[in-house]
């Protein structure tokens, strides 16, 4: 059964037009023109209850627009949505209570108040109960190792302790869907993996669907079986990550510090990208050649300081995709 | 409601840690009274036709306006129209509240702590060493009690209005600097009120801004009987409802007008 359907979703911005110079600015004065932007065009897709999604696209695709417009925050110009039930916009405060929003790039704890208190104040926004409240709290901070930080206040936190707090505070209320906005922005490594085990195991073990927005593309591939990739307003692909991945070149990137730096690395196995100084960049297909065969070949013929290897980032990829389908 | 009192308590809470600009306040509104005292008892000396009130309840007037001063709405909250101005005010809204209530709460934190904070102090050394007169009786202080409540639910829903026409000019420049000075002039903090040209009295009497401390104030002193009490309070109630309700309007119109940006 689909907890979200959306249909011909559409959304308009009017954005004043700037004219250029002092006389520009003048006529701005009298006659203020608009340009019309749009920010999603007829989009339809819906989602099953426990399903979690990668929700894509480079930026300005118009994916913050849709989280808004399913938050009941924005109205959009045509279509028709349904979020458990109910057109967002139309019963705003019923439907948020439904959901738990994260965004990663801004905090929605209090500032200037110890964690606590801001779970605290959820709780009377929320109306959890007391019961509830405990549960909930208890086992969110054991998953998200939070007991040393519920007294300090939210601006003395590091950016990784201020996301474990923020998915925290919003899932006190238990919601039956999440929206996360790019949750690992910004995180180191350690962060990332807790980040990401913490959304699969809410998704396994409490049955919550989640809709991931991200540009990181190991959040999609360690997360999400279904991904939607918007561009320019539009839905370019809707599927699972099979299907993206047939529909794009399967590169991967190896990246080599070499000892010596007159040195060149040259392996029928991968293609040499480019060379600055000791790094070196090689495209391989991991189809043809696994990573550690094709390292095992390298290390075999060069002395190497150091090697990771890397997918390429989203946008190349998306802009990859495009590419293929103007063909 | 509880959570609109939590938010509320919260703030407060926040708010109290300012003890410095409170300490600050108390001294400079101590040093304007004692200034606007001079001038007042100066006027009076010179003046031999009878003015509308003694110079004993002109003193008692510029007191208590100097203790409530922050009382008026005179500034916002820089958090709400930082909020306004980002654009993340639209972040507020995945919560389940209503937006008015909850900026109706910050606001009344806003006015309410700064204001007790400054008016106590300058209250006691007042009435010690400053000739503040004691409330002309028991009911009259309870009915200057019961207004100043009242006053500070209207200066509350003006404050959030000022917030909310942020919606519009975005900057709130102009407000902001206006702000303060109309309040002073309109509440009767420059001159008491009574003492404005007699032409000037039916728009000074029907105005809002007098609901916050001149209604009180005159309570106090006497100028108004306590048996015109009910009549009032009547009148800051229905500024009290007509200001939310202008507000809410307001907010409900740049809601779903306003397109907040960002991709």
Redesign the interface.
Known sequence: MSIISVDALSKE??IPKRKQGFFGSLVSLFSQEYEKKT?LDRISFSIDEGELIGYIGP???????TV?IL?????PNGGSVKVMGRIPWEH???T??E?G?V?GQ?T?L?W??PVI?SF???K????ISDNAYKTALHALTETLELSNLMHIPVRQLSLGQRMRCDIAASLLHSPKILFLDEPTIGLDAVSKLAVRDFIRHLNKERKVTVMLTTHDMDDIESLCNRVIILNEGQIYLDGTLSTLRKKLSPERRLIVDLINENDTVSTPYAVFVKQEGHRVWLSFDPTKITPTELITSITSKHSISDLYVENPPIEEIIAKFYRNANL | M??Y???LY?RMA?LLQYRAAAFAGVATQIFWAMIKTMILTAFYAQTTASQPISLVQAITFIWLGQALLALLPWNIDKELEAQVKNG?V??E??????LYSLWYARAFAIRTVPTIMRCIPVFIIAILFFGLTAPISWTAFLAFGVSLIFGSFLSTAITTLIIISLFWTISGEGIQRLMPHVALLLSGLTIPLPLFPEWLQPFLSFQPLRGIIDIPSRLYTGVIPVQEAFYYLGFQLIWILVLVGMGRWLMGRAL?QI?????
């Open positions: 911005f009017l920010a930026n300005g695709a118009g994916k913050s627009t808004k938050s009941g925050i924005l109205v705003r405060i019923e948020v209570r959901l929003v965004f801004r929605q209090w200037d108040l208190e605290e104040l959820l009377d926004i929320y109306n | 509880k959570a009192l939590a938010i919260a926040t993340n639209s972040y809204l995945v919560r389940p509240i209503d779903r397109e907040i940006q960002g991709g």
